[in-house]
């Protein structure tokens, strides 16, 4: 089971291990380990091989893998052996895997950063790995009702989180904590707040899908919002504190393990500011025109319900998410002092050394066609109408990207209007019909052959018809999860002092009852049609209907100023 270590420098080997390895953040922190030539490298993600980017072939990393002083290991954290592969042999783990934060899926979150993180925790007290430094985030203590100014980590976790990564995450972290002294081994986490930098492959890129989708001139809030952001290296450069923290003799060692640190720039700034700076370095306008939270929030439920809806049909997490806009609306500055005097961080890189500019006019010269406002006039990538509708099958089938497929599914859609709703029956014989017809499809097709002249007929597998005890299990808990926040809201709204839950209640409801009033039958004949055929013209006329939408949106914030006041101010009493 055991990994083949190569002799560095004819001395004793020291290993470290780097979960989720090939990540953002984790890139950086293994580029420096190995600068500092503190350890050998192990880079531990779910890839089955390493693949890097030509600079990365030609920099650190690529003659380190060359050398054998770094080796990349493919480890999926959910799978305890593979995990004890991983960590076998090694002083230090740096924990950072983590699922992608904007996939709001509590199943793969809780797979990951609890039971995955779990499983890091077991391997390092078996196999007597001496310290553990896990990569946590400042949302395990925020709830998104509460902005948080200036924060320190006394602030306890919230009965509710924002999301299920942030309530996941604020386990995953729990769960390290308490193993501090386990078997010798000392354990920290950290806090990187709102990470940015070279190859960020998230903020920059969604920053410019949502400005050439027209969103951009938007703020959502008052703009007021203070948020700490923490520059890449300034990441990486925590962990390594941390890690010589623990290693230390006591008693800072001691006082430096079983604690959860904040780390950011130092340099709270309006996170509006920050955006419009990185708008206005690709050639964007800066955002202007101010919209409430709470008006925000009743589309952004109804988008995430079309999610959850479509989700397993292809489309992609929508960038309009209830947690998102919690987290635009928001001030999240975090106080640094216990970093600082507990493992001696404090920041290598600073915002005011230019640090945007470089970020815009070096690390994006490869992308900057594509990313710059004035490459608009060249569609590169996938349209707005298509980024809408998640960029999978969803988007082909209704974009009529290949026709065959978009007649199929509308004659399905209409058989299923023929046979289940236009002809007036009840829902119990709906389903009893439907059932019957799958019965009948399924018994034919086990009976035909594999082959029937030059066509092959798939068969179902077994699999299909199985749920695991594992999966049963994970159901079961999704259930009760939805079923505790669902209550949770219940109480909120009997208590009577959540104005804006009250508001999304009412709002929720009284678009159920426009719904209602319209027969099934009627929703497939009007709906379908218009679903079809409306986002192929918004294709053709994107730039025009953005440009309505925008005066049309401009023109009811400058005469509903009184309302956009009191929804504001209610918030702010939240």
């Known amino acids: 089971m055991g990994l083949e270590f190569n002799p560095m420098g004819g001395g004793e080997e020291r290993w470290c291990v780097v979960t989720g390895g090939r990540g953002f953040a984790a890139r950086h922190l293994v580029v420096m380990l190995i600068k500092y030539d503190m350890f050998s490298v192990r880079i531990a993600d779910l890839g089955p091989t390493i693949k890097l980017d030509s600079d990365e072939e030609s920099g650190v990393l690529g003659e380190a893998l060359k050398s054998g002083r770094a080796v990349y290991v493919s480890a999926d954290l959910r799978d305890k052996s593979q995990v004890l592969k991983a960590c076998q042999g090694s002083e230090v783990v740096f924990h950072m895997a983590a699922p992608d934060s904007s996939i709001n899926n509590h199943k793969l979150h809780h797979s990951v950063n609890v039971q995955g993180t779990n499983n890091i925790i077991d391997a390092c007290i078996e196999l007597k790995v001496k310290r553990l430094v896990y990569t946590s985030s400042p949302s395990v203590v925020f709830d998104g009702v509460n902005g948080i100014i200036n924060g320190n980590e006394s602030i306890p976790y919230p009965a509710k989180h924002n999301d299920s990564y942030s309530s996941t995450k604020a386990e995953g972290e729990a769960l390290v904590i308490k193993s501090n002294g386990s078997n010798g081994l000392l354990t920290c986490c950290i806090r990187p707040s709102s990470i940015f930098g070279p190859g960020d492959k998230l903020l920059v890129p969604s920053l410019v899908d949502a400005a050439r989708a027209g969103k951009s001139k938007f703020i959502i809030g008052d703009g007021n919002n203070m948020y700490d952001f923490t520059y890449v290296e300034n990441v990486a450069h925590a962990h390594i504190c941390a890690e010589r923290a623990l290693a230390s003799e006591q008693p800072v060692s001691g006082k430096a393990a079983g604690q959860a640190y904040f780390i950011t720039n130092m340099e ?67 106080d640094c002092s216990m970093a600082n005097d507990r493992i001696g961080y404090t920041p290598i890189v600073t915002l005011q050394s230019n640090i945007l500019r470089t970020y815009l006019h070096f690390d994006l010269l490869d992308a900057v066609i594509y990313l710059r406002a004035d490459a608009q006039t060249i569609r590169i990538g996938p349209s707005k109408a298509e980024l809408l509708l998640g960029c999978g099958k969803v988007a082909d089938v209704l974009l009529w990207r290949n026709r065959k497929e978009t007649f199929t599914v509308l004659l399905i859609l209409a058989a299923f209007d023929f046979n289940f709703v236009a002809s007036g029956y ?41 749920v695991s005890a594992a999966a049963s299990r994970q159901m079961s808990l999704s259930v009760a999860s939805k079923w505790n926040s669902a209550m949770s809201d219940l109480k909120s709204l009997c208590k009577g002092n959540d104005s804006i839950l009250f508001f999304k209640v009412v709002l929720s409801l009284l678009l159920v009852s426009m719904v209602g009033a319209f027969s099934l039958h009627n929703i497939f004949v009007i709906g379908l049609p218009i679903i079809f055929i409306a986002f192929v013209v918004y294709e053709k006329k994107e730039e025009e209907i953005d440009n309505f939408v925008v005066k049309a949106l401009s023109f009811g914030c400058k005469f509903k100023p009184d309302l956009t006041r009191k929804v504001s101010n209610s918030e702010k009493q939240q």
Do not use: C
Request: glycine residues 2%.
């Open 268 to 334: 709270p700034i309006k996170f509006w500011e920050f955006m419009s700076l990185l708008l206005e370095g690709l050639g964007y306008e800066r955002p202007k025109i101010k919209i409430p939270a709470a008006v925000m929030m009743p589309i952004a439920n109804l988008v995430e319900l079309i999610y959850k809806l479509l989700a397993p049909y292809g489309m992609k997490v929508p960038q309009l998410t209830p947690s998102r806009i919690r987290l635009l609306s928001r001030s999240r500055t975090f």
């Open 426 to 466: 009840t829902a119990i014989t709906a389903v009893s019909k439907l059932l019957l017809a799958a019965s009948v499809f399924l018994f034919i097709h086990s009976k035909l052959p594999k082959k029937i002249l030059v066509y092959e007929i798939e068969k179902i597998p077994d699999s299909k018809f199985h």
